[in-house]
């Protein structure tokens, strides 16, 4: 584990994970970090998943296990929403699944399944709901990207559609800024690609953005921060690729609130 400090614009070493992880799905709530699922090994296929759950005070410094996900999965995203961690997706056959952690009681619920299976997804709490966008819709280096575009509301239990996403695409990264949904890089069918793209709920509408200086893909743990969207690290080849050492930021000016 890497800290930047965004002050002094200075890393260093964190605490160490309990063991190796690989597309973890991570998030944070009320002040903790959590490292949920991720498998053992790179291998594409994600037979070396875990369902564990990890959380990291960083006022106390050290990793403590908590409740285990129901299911085992690696490939999926984390999205934090009224103090609880809604998962969703991973590599097939969980590619449906859909649960919510709550940290305070350390318990899990099952929750009804994605519409559509899928891995390498993005997403982010949007006014109350969960939206769940992109991903690969097989395991490997499948070339299947998706556009779709998934809703969940927490109190009617239910999903719904949005609008699509400009392109299909995986591995792509996410967070909210200024009410403005915004997705960047990842895997479009053709190869690795630096779009930058944005969701308006209150048009429900899509809009292109400047491109990335770098395309990467597999960011997890990006943030809106002081203004600015913070991109740290990703694979800058298709596939398995070694990560990377970058630090990208960029300063949004639309505003969806």
């Known amino acids: 584990m890497q800290i930047y400090d965004i002050a002094s614009d200075l890393w260093q070493l964190g605490p160490e994970l309990p063991q190796p992880n690989n ?3 991570a998030a944070g709530v009320n002040g903790k970090i959590y490292l949920i699922g991720g498998q053992l090994t790179d291998d594409q296929q994600g037979a070396s998943a875990v369902n564990t759950v990890y959380e990291l005070d960083p006022a106390v410094g050290a990793w403590v296990e908590k409740a285990q ?16 961690i ?7 056959p969980r590619g449906s699944d859909f649960a919510v952690y709550d940290p305070a009681a350390d318990q899990w619920e099952v929750l009804p399944d994605l519409p559509s299976q899928r891995n390498h997804i993005s997403g982010a709490a949007v006014n109350g709901r969960i939206h769940i966008v992109g991903g690969r819709l097989g395991n490997g280096l499948s070339p299947l990207k998706t556009d779709a575009h998934e809703v969940f509301d ?12 400009l392109r299909g695409r995986s591995g792509m990264n996410g967070v909210m800024a200024r009410g403005c949904f915004h997705v960047w ?3 479009a069918p053709t ?18 953005l400047r491109d990335m200086p770098i395309p990467v893909h597999g960011v997890v743990g990006s943030a809106f921060v002081d203004g600015l969207i913070w991109v740290t690290g990703g694979g800058t080849q298709i596939g398995g690729s070694f990560g990377s050492l970058y630090n990208q930021t960029y300063l949004p000016a639309v505003n969806c609130d």
């Open 23 to 25: 597309h973890g799905m």
């Open 69 to 84: 996900m129901r299911t085992a999965r690696s490939g999926g995203v984390a999205v934090a929403h009224a103090g609880k």
């Open 86 to 92: 809604y998962v969703a997706g991973g590599r097939v």
């Open 154 to 165: 927490p109190q009617t239990r239910t999903w719904t559609t949005a609008a699509p996403m």
């Open 185 to 187: 890089g990842g895997e």
């Open 191 to 208: 190869g690795m690609t630096p779009d930058h793209d944005y969701y308006d709920p209150r048009t429900d509408q899509w809009s292109s």
